[in-house]
């Protein structure tokens, strides 16, 4: 299994960005899938997950209502779609895929991505 995270980078206080997270070696339509992230010195947190079918969506607290998550099926992926960035969003934001059920726990995810750095400038 691969989760290949990508579109990271640096923008600026206020900017927008769009995650993808391209799944192979997996049964992609029948996984939940999760964003988390991690800054220095800070544990992995929940950022958002989409069901396998897109019937449930969940934001932290944090990103609601400045987020978007998408999934296309026949593509097998997965983005995120985050406005307003400030620089608290600053981390690296990893996919994760969970075949079991709608997780927000770390330890729920069965399959991790590398991860993809974005900096929020202030």
């Known amino acids: 299994v691969q989760l290949q995270a990508s579109g990271g980078g640096l923008v600026q206080t206020g900017g927008s960005l769009r995650l993808s997270c391209a799944a192979s070696?997996?049964?992609?339509?029948?996984?939940?899938m999760g964003w988390f992230r991690q800054a220095p010195g800070k544990e992995r947190e929940f950022v958002g997950a989409?069901?396998?079918?897109?019937?449930?969506?969940d934001f932290a607290d944090s990103v609601k209502g400045r987020s978007t998550i998408s999934r296309d099926n026949a593509k097998n992926t997965v983005s995120l779609q985050m406005s307003s960035l400030k620089p608290e969003d600053t981390a690296v934001y990893y996919c994760?895929?969970?075949?079991?059920?709608?997780?927000?726990?770390?330890?729920?995810?069965?399959?991790w991505g590398q991860g993809t750095q974005v900096t929020v400038s202030s």
């Open positions: 994760a895929a969970d075949r079991l059920a709608f997780q927000y726990r770390v330890n729920g995810y069965d399959f």
């Open positions: 070696g997996l049964a992609f339509s029948m996984y939940t």
């Open positions: 989409i069901r396998w079918d897109a019937g449930r969506i």
